[in-house]
């Protein structure tokens, strides 16, 4: 599509007066069609990326589906089934959205190298609702091993970050990946 306008760019300067070929436009003005990214030059975006959702693979689909809807208040958006298992779901809060994947293997809690950042207008009341459903408490988080090298979900108590100065909580999902959840308000 920008090349097609350099071409209608050059095709109009060629019919007026001032005569100038294409490979001349290009040299002059791929300066200002392309930007410098740490990947090289690039094509700027034509039309911008509006939305990320993340993808989590899990060990056990419909664990993971439980736990979200049960424990944090997502509801199944959609799900796809393969020879009558289930492979893959989206679910969605309000405008969080989350897609689960049936993993081809073992999920390691301490491979998860990604943390899901999640905002709730009351933390506190959030972490004792947690516990109150079923998920471990524990206590402050030091930082060390998976809180979850078992599988149980664990919740730790409130911390108060620079960033986030009203609290957030830490909690691990049955394969382990962090969700730090802020409060917003």
């Not at 599509?1 to 050059?10: G, I």
């Not at 911008?48 to 439980?66: E, F, G, N, T």
């Not at 990604?114 to 524990?138: P, Q």
């Amino acid at each position: 599509m920008l090349l097609r306008a350099a071409h209608s760019v050059a095709h109009h300067l060629e019919r007026s007066s001032v005569s100038v070929g294409l490979s001349a436009f290009l040299s002059i003005a791929r300066p200002a069609l392309l930007r410098r990214s740490p990947f090289g030059f690039r094509l700027p975006l034509m039309k911008p990326i509006h939305a990320l959702v993340p993808m989590a693979h899990v060990h056990d689909i419909h664990k993971s589906i439980a736990f979200y809807r049960d424990m944090l208040g997502f509801a199944v958006r959609s799900t796809v089934e393969n020879h009558g298992r289930t492979v893959w779901a989206a679910l969605e809060s309000g405008l969080a959205q989350l897609m689960l994947a049936a993993a081809s293997g073992p999920v390691a809690p301490e491979d998860q190298a990604v943390l899901f950042y999640l905002y709730s207008d009351d933390v506190h009341t959030l972490h004792r609702e947690l516990i109150a459903r079923g998920l471990m408490d524990g206590g402050r988080y030091c930082g060390t091993n998976p809180p979850n090298s078992d599988g149980r979900c664990v919740v730790f108590e409130p911390s108060y970050p620079p960033y986030m100065p009203e609290g957030e909580i830490r909690v691990a999902d049955p394969d382990g990946y962090c969700l730090l959840i802020g409060q917003s308000g």
